[in-house]
């Protein structure tokens, strides 16, 4: 069982920054892949961002290519969306999630485990 809790939501302007991190539980987080997703009002859940279990391998949307970058830390379980030159398009739920293998997927019904979520509010 893993446990998500994500941080680091926000209001900001259009062109700004903003960190989330996604702190798991369980000592099986580092044979994890971990992915980030959004929804925004009545809209699909979307894939962000992914990683592999050992951050060798990293995937993105093509709408956040260039200006997000997932990262982790396994020594601290969690994961990390680094967010620039945010649009507000972005505005969203942001929700992190643990899939049961070690390679990333585009796909939420792949992941098993899913944080409550955070909002990004981005302002034009």
């Known amino acids: 069982q893993v446990q998500l809790v994500e941080s680091g939501g926000g209001l900001v302007q259009a062109g700004g920054s903003l960190r989330l991190s996604c702190a798991a539980s369980?000592?099986?987080?580092?044979?994890?892949?971990m992915g980030w997703f959004r929804q925004a009002p009545g809209k699909e859940r979307d894939f962000v961002a992914g990683?592999?279990?050992?951050?060798?391998?990293?995937g993105y949307a093509d709408s956040v290519k260039g200006r997000f970058t997932i990262s982790r830390d396994n020594a601290k379980n969690t994961v990390y969306l680094q967010m620039n030159s945010l649009k507000p398009e972005d505005t969203a739920v942001y929700y992190c999630?643990?899939?049961?293998?070690?390679?990333?997927?585009?796909?939420?019904?792949?992941?098993?485990?899913w944080g409550q979520g955070t909002q990004v509010t981005v302002s034009s």
């Open positions: 999630a643990a899939r049961g293998g070690g390679s990333y997927s585009s796909g939420s019904y792949e992941y098993l485990y």
């Open positions: 369980g000592r099986t987080f580092s044979s994890k892949a």
């Open positions: 990683i592999s279990w050992n951050g060798g391998t990293t």
